[in-house]
């Protein structure tokens, strides 16, 4: 049963990763990015994950689809709809069929295969708030940092007037 | 539950699609769509291997917060750098974009 949803879920995510990059449209782009990114959040309720997949929702459908969709608006021009790639596109192809194909060869042969979990999980809300305070509280201190001074650039960066 | 290849694959194969976008892509907006498939795949490695552990690590969740958190950053400022060059140059095709080159 979890390998049918496994299954589906996973392709799910990759066939909408593709199409983010492939789709004509810039703004299906954008949608189909996040969708691929719901998919992501579905792999770690399956890893029982549930707050890392909570974050992931919040943060990346809720808050960096949007934030591309508003930029998408704002820098739109026709003729991207038909800017194709020449020799660029094929060697990316190359180059990606090349890196999964070595990556899973090797892969498969690793102790990779025979690894199953714990029965036994936790995704204990509480576990996880007491390490970010208790253990990580200076990354936690610099994250919120670098996130203010991002908002500040940001901020600086779009009001600069074009003279 | 399935074993711990399953993830791995799925993770690379999302590197993957992320190498070639920045690869064969020439808009800015699409390069950052790559570069967020990529930290999605880092991220799903994380969580897999924290929970295939012997005994199941809360760190590695505790770690990929940190990552959506920077990740969100760099995501601001891109879409920033990247308004900003279409007011200066009219186009985001980073091919286009020779202002800096010295």
């Not at chain 1, 708030?129 to 936690?140: A, E, P, T, V």
Request: proline content about 2%; some cysteine; charged content about 10%.
């Amino acid at each position: 049963m979890t390998d049918v949803v496994f299954l589906v879920v996973s392709l799910l995510t990759v066939f909408f990763a593709i199409l983010a990059l492939e789709s004509r449209e810039l703004v299906y782009g954008a949608v189909a990015l996040s969708l691929s990114f719901l998919g992501a959040a579905a792999l770690f309720i399956l890893l029982d994950s549930i707050f890392i997949a909570i974050f992931q929702v919040l943060v990346y459908v809720g808050s960096i689809a949007i934030l591309i969709v508003f930029v998408i608006m704002l820098v739109r021009r026709d003729k991207w709809a038909n800017v194709t790639g020449g020799n660029e596109r094929i060697l990316g192809i190359i180059a990606a069929v090349l890196l999964f194909s070595t990556i899973t060869y090797f892969s498969l042969s690793s102790s990779l295969t025979s690894q199953y979990p714990n029965p036994t999980a936790i995704s204990n809300f509480y576990e996880i708030g007491s390490q970010l305070i208790n253990d990580y509280w200076l990354i936690l201190q610099l994250t919120g940092l670098a996130l203010a001074v991002s908002i500040i650039g940001a901020l600086t960066m779009a009001k600069f007037e074009n003279r | 539950m399935e074993p711990l290849i399953n993830y791995f694959i799925v993770s690379a194969a999302l590197l993957c699609v992320g190498i070639y976008g920045l690869i064969a892509k020439r808009n800015a907006i699409r390069l950052l769509f790559a570069v967020e498939i990529i930290i999605n795949a880092a991220i799903i490695n994380f969580v897999a291997f924290a929970r295939y552990h012997d005994t199941p690590l809360i760190t590695g969740q505790t770690f990929s917060l940190f990552a959506i958190a920077l990740a969100a950053t760099e995501a601001a400022v891109g879409l920033a750098i990247i308004v900003q060059a279409f007011r200066l140059n009219n186009d985001i095709d980073v091919l286009e974009l020779k202002k800096l080159r010295g």
